[in-house]
């Protein structure tokens, strides 16, 4: 797992940050799941191949983020499972990915259905279908939400759905292939109205993220929306876009307008020093040129007759050579 996967899956795995982007995500902004209503699951799903013994070893897969939510609706009690996937990079088979995962979770809500059933002895007044497939007629499944989260400044040029991934467009037989549509948030595509829907520091962290190759908007949403962030945020940002924001020892928050401000001055002033540096090269350079020009002209030296008089080493030769 790289260091960008890793400080994204901790970020997520807070209770405050999964609930606010299923909260943007599903009741656009309102505060519908609460942080103590999730609890966190294990992440590692068992593929088994099926076909008979020995067809394939089982194969572990794991998920980034997944947490059941548990909530009551009118009265009654409305289970979920939800997971977040942090992609810093476009996956373009991300609707295949999530569609096992999201498969893997429906089998393993039939198998301990079946479970339960062989554990208590209850078959009796049960037809020989619900007997042989373990799970009852009044079984039923808890739905499985998977949210991918991107976590760049880029576009998804990716595929969105997986009929978009097939390599047919007959919609007869597109209609008889179920489609799996994927639940993403990127960055790039949320207006200043729907950042406003967060109600957690992933409204400051996804601005941050939007406007990162822009300059001059990136001044204008640091300092009208941003105070200070904590460990967690400044470390996202310093992995997915690149930027430098110190956090001193000891530190767990950051002023982000007076951290971007210092990061502009000495973005600024390494930018002046590069200049001088090329200005100094390029003088030198000129210099150089007037006295091969001069030996030339003077003693009538051949390029290379001149520029062995003034020891101009071999590397530079050719380079030279062209501007005379």
């Not at 980034?64 to 548990?70: A, C, E, I, W």
């Not at 609706?73 to 977040?84: H, K, P, R, S, V």
């Not at 079946?114 to 079984?139: I, M, P, Q, V």
Request: aromatic letters at 8%; hydrophobic letters at 40%.
């Amino acid at each position: 797992m790289g260091r960008k996967d890793m400080v994204t899956g901790a970020y997520v795995k807070q209770n405050t940050i999964f609930a606010d982007a299923f909260n943007y995500y599903i009741f656009g902004g309102q505060q519908v799941i609460r942080p103590e209503q999730l609890k966190e699951l294990d992440t590692a799903e068992i593929v088994v191949p099926y076909g008979a013994d020995g067809a394939g070893e089982p194969e572990q897969k794991y998920r980034d983020v997944m947490k059941s939510l548990t909530a009551m609706q009118d009265e009654n009690a409305a289970y979920l499972l939800l997971g977040i996937e942090n992609q810093s990079d476009v996956h373009y088979a991300m609707p295949v990915k999530n569609l096992v995962y999201d498969t893997l979770h429906y089998a393993k809500q039939v198998q301990e259905a079946a479970n339960s059933h062989r554990k208590a002895k209850d078959y009796k007044e049960h037809g020989k279908g619900e007997f042989l497939s373990g799970f009852y007629k009044e079984d039923k499944l808890i739905p499985v939400i998977t949210l991918v989260i991107f976590f760049s400044p880029d576009e998804w040029d990716g595929p969105t759905s997986l009929h978009e991934m097939m390599n047919v467009k007959d919609e007869r037989i597109l209609s008889l292939v179920p489609d799996y549509q994927i639940h993403l948030i990127v960055p790039a595509g949320l207006s200043d109205e729907e950042l406003e829907k967060f109600h957690s520091s992933l409204k400051e962290v996804l601005g941050f993220i939007k406007y990162a190759n822009d300059m001059k908007k990136m001044d204008r949403i640091v300092h009208g929306n941003f105070h200070k962030l904590r460990r967690e945020e400044i470390e996202v940002l310093n992995q997915c876009v690149n930027v430098k924001l110190e956090l001193k020892d000891g530190e767990e928050t950051v002023d982000v307008c007076k951290a971007w401000e210092d990061m502009k001055r000495e973005a600024a002033k390494e930018a002046a020093e590069e200049a001088a540096i090329k200005a100094t090269k390029e003088t030198q350079e000129e210099t150089l040129l007037q006295n091969l020009r001069s030996l030339m002209e003077t003693l009538h030296f051949s390029a290379e007759q001149a520029m062995a008089a003034l020891k101009v080493p071999e590397s530079r030769r050719a380079q030279l050579a062209a501007k005379l």
